[in-house]
């Protein structure tokens, strides 16, 4: 059984920065991809950022909403990702959620890419 456990989060100012941090295990193998989506009540989940392993290279993918302010890294083992969240903005506020998919797709862009998920964290951006 896959374990996706997400750290980070909490309340900062608009214009502030934050560090997410998500670490995998279980799985027998190197996830495909690690991503972050988060979500408001009454949304789905939006698309946040992505590293894509494919061929030995790293791919990064980024929403459109998120671009220029957030970065995410992963480490070689394939199993942590850290988002850093910089010029935050009241509307980045949502739960957080890390996700890790066990196969190949050209969907991680979407939640029907990945096969384990997070519990959540809440990041609060005050204005």
């Known amino acids: 059984q896959v374990h996706v456990a997400e750290s980070g989060g909490g309340l900062v100012q608009a214009g502030g920065s934050l560090r997410l941090s998500c670490v995998t295990s279980?799985?027998?193998?190197?996830?495909?991809?690690m991503g972050w989506f988060r979500q408001t009540p009454g949304k789905e989940r939006e698309f946040v950022a992505a590293p894509i392993w494919s061929d030995s290279r790293t791919f990064y993918e980024y929403g459109d909403s998120v671009k220029g302010r957030f970065t995410i890294s992963s480490g070689n083992a394939k199993n942590t990702v850290v988002l850093e969240m910089n010029s935050l903005k009241p509307e980045d506020t949502a739960v957080y959620y890390c996700?890790?998919?066990?196969?190949?797709?050209?969907?991680?862009?979407?939640?029907?890419?990945?096969?384990?998920w997070g519990h959540g964290t809440q990041v609060t951006v005050s204005s």
């Open positions: 996700a890790a998919a066990g196969k190949a797709t050209y969907y991680y862009r979407t939640t029907d890419g990945y096969d384990d």
């Open positions: 279980g799985r027998s193998f190197n996830n495909f991809a």
